[in-house]
T-cell receptor, first 114, second 111 residues
């Protein structure tokens, strides 16, 4: 079974631009979560989608948004990029999204904002 | 949101057991305790989870205190491949299902 894939793996943008990151979950998984990882803040939860609906949202500004498609693939968008948005963005999928659901993480997208 | 507290780093000798502690004094009755680890240059991977009873799997054991305010991840025989950052996480089961990651413990395994 293929794992979680994220594209692109690396991205360089400049301040003010916007970016879209993509995540393909494991086949059959309906829940997709997004995280931001930085050296200073560690792993922070961005949002979770389950069956195309946002079920949870972390404490991030509205510049961070996401969506999930009917095939469970998910995208996250960051508008008006700031230097502080430079981070590793991780996507994780689970089969059900419940409290017992083991999350399978992708390798991440490394975003650098110049 | 309930939070977890872990030591920043720990060291262990290869082939010896490792006990990684986690405090979660504000845990609620519906929070599951999950452990993940993150190897260098990889996304986190699941290790183990539990609610009230101690749990064992092929990777590790999870010992949960009777009052559930702390837990310990036990690696029975550390190998060099176990060097990673270990995260203790509370997974809210009351409806939000959020994962709240702490800062994690960086485990160094000495040959």
């Amino acid at each position: 079974k293929a794992g979680v894939t994220q594209t692109p793996r690396y991205l360089i943008k400049t301040r003010g631009q916007q970016v879209t990151l993509s995540c393909s979950p494991i086949s059959g998984h309906r829940s997709v979560s997004w995280y931001q990882q930085t050296p200073g803040q560690g792993l922070q939860f961005l949002f979770e989608y389950f069956s195309e609906t946002q079920r949870n949202k972390g404490n991030f500004p509205g510049r961070f948004s996401g969506r999930q498609f009917s095939n469970s693939r998910s995208e996250m968008n960051v508008s008006t990029l700031e230097l502080g948005d430079s981070a590793l963005y991780l996507c994780a999928s689970t089969s059900t999204g419940g409290p017992l659901g083991e999350q399978f993480f992708g390798p991440g997208t490394r975003l650098t904002v110049l | 949101d309930a939070k977890t507290t872990q030591p920043n780093s720990m060291e262990s000798n290869e082939e010896e057991p490792v006990h990684l502690p986690c405090n979660h004094s504000t845990i609620s009755g519906t929070d599951y305790i999950h452990w993940y680890r993150q190897l260098p240059s990889q996304g986190p991977e699941y290790v183990i989870h539990g609610l009230t009873s101690n749990v064992n799997n092929r990777m590790a054991s999870l010992a949960i205190a009777e009052d559930r305010k702390s837990s310990t991840l036990i690696l029975h025989r550390a190998t060099l491949r176990d060097a990673a950052v270990y995260y203790c996480i509370l997974r809210d089961s009351s409806g939000t299902y959020k994962y709240i990651f702490g800062t994690g413990t960086r485990l160094k395994v000495l040959a």
